[in-house]
């Protein structure tokens, strides 16, 4: 069997797990070696990282995160990995997709460590590929599938409060008990993970000293525009305190 047939088989297993589910996982898409290349880099720059310590009845969120150009200056592979991820995100929706124009919230790297967490939420684009760096105690990405019921438009007018309420009314854990069923993902190094706007997710705590490291990547129909006027709650603007609800 040629390499483009094994890439194919590949591709069509992605795609079955995908529109069945929701979400996916590409095992080995990134090297080991490579893997720990960009997180002795991070790790390097961390005194530069945004810190993001956020403990609400809203969200408990704590990591260390950098994001947008600072990251592909940073690490000069993530214009490649963006354009493979791109490519598979593009065949898992039928329809081609770019990287948000918005790289801030776009693009990032979040390292969590021991304690830290990032809360349940849903992402706002279509598809999001989230890459493992490392093996972790603790730390599991943790998915209801297919979970949200997502309002077209609904990031305007009423229909942006109403998707709100919605959310915030299948969030408490009690109604995702009865309504959801849990998927957990152990970071294995080199992983992508790609997932869609209806999957409710979580990065649980990580429990052990090693710090999680993971490389998001957020991709939509081209030209879709996620500006930051629109995207006020995002966590990695440098200099300006988080709006929970944007």
Excluded at 38 to 67: C, G, P, Q, W, Y
Excluded at 159 to 182: N, S, T, Y
Excluded at 184 to 192: L, Q
Excluded at 213 to 221: M, R, S, Y
Aim: hydrophobic content about 35%.
């Amino acid at each position: 069997m040629t390499m483009s047939q094994n890439r194919d088989d590949q591709l069509s297993m992605l795609r079955t797990d995908y529109r069945g589910r929701g979400y996916s996982i590409f095992h080995e898409f990134v090297s080991d070696a490579e893997c720990a290349e960009i997180l002795e880099r991070v790790e390097r720059h961390r005194d530069k990282m945004i810190a993001v310590d956020i403990d609400s009845i809203i969200a408990r969120n704590k990591f260390f995160t950098i994001n947008g150009e600072e990251l592909e200056a940073l690490i000069p592979q993530i214009p490649r990995l963006a354009a493979d991820l791109c490519e598979v995100a593009s065949e898992l929706e039928g329809r081609p997709l770019a990287l948000l124009d918005n790289k801030t919230v776009g693009l990032s790297l979040n390292l969590t460590p021991q304690g830290g967490t990032l809360s349940w939420h849903y992402d706002r684009n279509l598809v999001t590929a989230v890459v493992h760096l490392n093996a972790v105690t603790g730390g599991e990405f943790e998915i209801y599938p297919r979970y949200r019921v997502r309002l077209r438009n609904n990031h305007y007018g009423h229909r942006k409060v109403a998707q709100r309420l919605f959310d915030a009314a299948m969030r408490p854990e009690p109604v995702r008990r009865v309504l959801g069923r849990k998927t957990s993902v152990k970071p294995v190094v080199g992983e992508a993970v790609f997932m869609d706007s209806t999957c409710l997710h979580q990065v649980a705590p990580v429990t052990g000293t090693t710090s999680r490291g993971a490389i998001v990547f957020c991709f939509d129909e081209p030209g879709k525009v996620f500006s930051q006027d629109r995207t006020k709650n995002y966590y990695g603007y440098r200099d300006q305190p988080v709006k929970l609800y944007g």
